[in-house]
């Protein structure tokens, strides 16, 4: 079985730009939850989807934004950006929402100059 | 609100010998998951072990072990006979009210050989 896959894995963007991260979870899997992880500010929750909902979402601003798709598929994207959004953007799959248990993608790591 | 706290910023074991990482979770809940993950330079977030709060049997991974004191808590993974690939950020989380992950800042661990 695929494990959690994550594209780009690398991203260099311009303070101002747009970016769209992807995440496709484990077949079967229909939540996906989305983590920041920066030197600073470690590891933080940024929103939660199952079956297309958005279930839960962390403490950041609106230029953060997510969906998923009908295959639980999900993207986030970013808008305006700041060059303190460049993080590793981790995605992670659970079997059901809410789980906590949780399996990660590698990550896609977004450089903002 | 709940916190995660890892007061090692870094740790290092002679390999083949024991090492021991420490975790406090402070939460209000009765109910919640606790967690070990590892993070080698990949970046890829691994589960180590899953927790849950109301048994009272610690959980068991082959090598890795954890030893659970609700009242205190405290939550600490035992890492026996390790090996050079056990090197790699280790992060402590637990489940919040709605059950998404509340890290903490991480344990980096050297094995030398």
């Known amino acids: 079985k695929a494990g959690v896959t994550q594209t780009p894995r690398y991203l260099i963007k311009t303070r101002g730009q747009q970016v769209t991260l992807s995440c496709s979870p484990i077949?079967?899997?229909?939540?996906v939850s989305w983590y920041q992880q920066t030197p600073g500010q470690g590891l933080q929750f940024l929103f939660e989807?199952?079956?297309?909902?958005?279930?839960n979402k962390g403490n950041f601003p609106g230029r953060f934004s997510g969906r998923q798709f009908s295959n639980s598929r999900s993207e986030m994207n970013v808008s305006t950006l700041e060059l303190g959004d460049s993080a590793l953007y981790l995605c992670?799959?659970?079997?059901?929402?809410?789980?906590?248990?949780?399996?990660f993608g590698q990550g896609t790591r977004l450089t903002v100059v | 609100a709940q916190t995660v706290t890892q007061s090692q910023p870094e740790m290092s074991v002679q390999e083949a010998e024991t090492v021991t990482l420490s975790c406090t979770y402070d939460?209000?809940?009765?109910?919640?998951?606790l967690f070990w993950y590892k993070q080698p330079p990949s970046r890829q977030m691994i589960l180590v072990i899953r927790?849950?709060?109301?048994k009272q049997q610690n959980a068991t991974e082959n090598r890795f072990s954890v030893n659970f004191q609700k009242a205190a808590k405290s939550f600490s993974l035992k890492i026996s006979d390790s090996q050079l690939g056990d090197a790699a950020m280790y992060f402590c989380?637990?489940?919040?009210?709605?059950?998404?992950?509340?890290w903490g800042a991480g344990t980096k661990l050297i094995i030398k050989p």
């Open positions: 992670a799959s659970s079997l059901l929402a809410g789980q906590g248990e949780a399996f």
């Open positions: 077949s079967g899997h229909r939540s």
């Open positions: 989807y199952f079956s297309e909902t958005q279930r």
């Open positions: 939460t209000s809940e009765s109910d919640y998951y």
């Open positions: 927790q849950e709060a109301y």
């Open positions: 989380a637990g489940t919040d009210s709605n059950y998404q992950l509340i």
